[in-house]
């Protein structure tokens, strides 16, 4: 069962890695700005968000008394600054619009909604209910990412805020459904926050297992 487990996973990810690459070919064919963009801009954010998680780390009560906690600290707020100022910058030139913005949002968001149809359909492990729930998730937000490429066709420039405020939307449902898709493989629920906390440390760098006992162990993968 397990190797079962572990062949559907790695099934999945590869087919997200070939939508992955067939999508960033697609994206340098139709959008040469955002594609030139997105080398800069998608390593930013990456690095805003690690910053917030070394401050995090940093300000954990289990590392307290660690003598890293302040440099990662100091490190995190540092990484913060420097992806805020440097994408301010990336942002703010003449020839970055409105519509740029979305279409580099749209984007990753677009895959997020694929990658829920594919974990959805190839991974057994989850529950039934769940996985459709993801499924029927990631077609909507297919959707809604085409219109917000499609904006300056289908939409008045006046109604740019509408697609901002659906993808914002989108984001948020994907990540509620992708947390509740995670964790019934562990028959928890999402409406406890201390289990929506443990759908973090399944996307991180942590290995997770249920014990002889039948308790959820948390190992950190070196």
Do not use: W
């Amino acid at each position: 069962m397990i190797d079962l487990i572990h062949k559907d996973k790695i099934r999945a990810d590869n087919y997200i890695s070939v939508v992955i690459i067939v999508s960033l070919l697609y994206f340098v064919l139709f959008f040469r700005l955002e594609a030139l963009m997105l080398v800069l801009v998608y390593p930013l954010v990456a690095l805003f968000f690690y910053g917030i998680i070394k401050i995090i780390n940093g300000s954990n009560k289990r590392n307290r008394g660690n003598d890293r906690n302040l440099n990662r600290i100091l490190f995190g707020v540092l990484s913060i600054i420097f992806a805020v100022l440097i994408l301010m910058y990336i942002l703010r030139q003449p020839n970055v619009t409105v519509q740029t913005i979305i279409n580099l949002t749209a984007f990753p968001l677009m895959i997020v909604g694929i990658a829920g149809i594919v974990k959805g359909s190839v991974i057994k492990i989850y529950s039934i209910k769940y996985c459709i729930v993801n499924i029927i998730i990631g077609i909507m937000t297919i959707v809604v990412c085409i219109l917000a490429f499609l904006s300056p066709v289908i939409i008045p420039q006046d109604f740019i805020l509408i697609h901002t405020i659906s993808l914002s939307i989108t984001l948020l449902v994907n990540i509620l459904g992708r947390a509740a898709l995670y964790l019934s493989e562990f028959g928890l629920s999402l409406l406890y926050i201390r289990n929506f906390i443990l759908f973090f440390y399944i996307i991180s760098d942590y290995f997770i297992f249920v014990n002889h006992e039948g308790n959820i162990i948390l190992d950190k993968i070196k």
